[in-house]
């Protein structure tokens, strides 16, 4: 019902900054909360931040202070500013959706590479 596309990854040296995006098209009105989710090589997913449709927004203990998830409703697009990169943030970024009735995120982009190098 919903489909997200990431975009704004890349190659960026430690300290540096990216900011990444999701447009999500279809049952948008239906959608509750955003988040983005991150897999490093080897390692299993996992939660990187979330804002709520009330703009109420949670985050890893691995990147608060540094990352900040935004929106903007009239686009449709969900945002993920990140500072002050470092290593261990490589991985893919895949943004997702919870949509109303829903139990957890259940729509899931494609994913876009981010690399930070030393």
């Known amino acids: 019902q919903v489909q997200l596309v990431e975009s704004g990854g890349g190659l960026v040296q430690a300290g540096g900054s990216l900011r990444l995006s999701c447009t999500a098209s279809?049952?948008?009105?239906?959608?509750?909360?955003m988040g983005w989710f991150r897999q490093a090589p080897g390692k299993d997913r996992e939660f990187v931040a979330q804002?709520?449709?009330?703009?109420?927004?949670f985050y890893a203990d691995s990147v608060k202070g540094r990352f900040t998830i935004s929106r903007d409703t009239a686009k449709n697009t969900v945002y993920l500013q990140m500072n002050s990169l470092k290593p261990e943030d490589t991985a893919v970024y895949y943004c997702?959706?919870?949509?109303?009735?829903?139990?957890?995120?259940?729509?899931w982009g494609q994913g876009t590479q981010v690399t930070v190098s030393s």
């Open positions: 804002i709520w449709s009330s703009g109420n927004t």
């Open positions: 279809g049952r948008t009105f239906s959608t509750t909360r």
């Open positions: 997702a959706v919870q949509l109303r009735g829903e139990g957890d995120f259940g729509s």
